[in-house]
């Protein structure tokens, strides 16, 4: 069974530019989560999509935004991007069962200079 | 202050030494997740634990979780350079004890271990 995919793994943008990260779920899942990994603040939960609809957002602000495709697989955008916005961005796929177990994907090292 | 108060933060140890890692909290949940995070990897899903005082065990690591279920342990018996890595506890937050993608991560402990 294929694992979650992230893409691009790397990218380099600067200050103000924006960015559209993208993710494709284990198959079978229909939950999709976002988070931002970064040494000071750990990893942070972003959104959360079921189904096309978002259930569940973090405390960022609106320049962070995502969707969700029929076909399960979603997309995160951060407009505006500031220095601190480098990190790795981690997708993470599950069944939304009750314990939460969720199955990460590598993640994209987003780098703002 | 965080959720969840992770101990050591770092732990740089030798092959075969055994140790263990702390996960505390001073509240309580319905089941309390580990993960272990390679670099350059997304965590990785070790065990998850839902009963207060279960115990879980994964070849060389045994999972614990609190009688009062507010706070859990990983073991590692002699330890390996595989073991590196850096160890995550995750609670999830949401009605009923569902998530909904939601998990709140303790800030982590980074496991070296040294052949």
């Known amino acids: 069974k294929a694992g979650v995919t992230q893409t691009p793994r790397y990218l380099i943008k600067t200050r103000g530019q924006q960015v559209t990260l993208s993710c494709s779920p284990i198959s079978g899942h229909r939950s999709v989560s976002w988070y931002q990994q970064t040494p000071g603040q750990g990893l942070q939960f972003l959104f959360e999509y079921f189904s096309e609809t978002q259930r569940n957002k973090g405390n960022f602000p609106g320049r962070f935004s995502g969707r969700q495709f029929s076909n399960s697989r979603s997309e995160m955008n951060v407009s505006t991007l500031e220095l601190g916005d480098s990190a790795l961005y981690l997708c993470a796929s599950s069944l939304g069962g009750q314990t939460g177990e969720l199955f990460f994907g590598e993640g994209s090292r987003l780098t703002v200079l | 202050t965080q959720l969840l108060e992770q101990s050591p933060q770092f732990l740089s140890i030798q092959e075969g030494e055994n140790l263990t890692v702390y996960c505390n909290s001073s509240s309580v949940f319905s089941s309390l997740q580990w993960y272990r995070q390679e670099p350059g990897e997304g965590p990785v899903l070790l065990v998850t634990?839902?009963?207060?005082?279960e115990v879980k065990k994964l070849k060389r690591l045994t999972f614990q979780f609190g009688d009062a279920r507010k706070d859990s342990s990983l073991h590692i018996t002699a330890a390996q350079p595989g073991d590196t890595g850096l160890y995550l506890c995750a609670v999830p937050l949401g009605a009923g004890g569902t998530s909904y993608g939601k998990l709140t991560f303790g800030q982590g402990t980074i496991l070296t271990v040294h052949p």
């Open positions: 634990v839902v009963t207060g005082g």
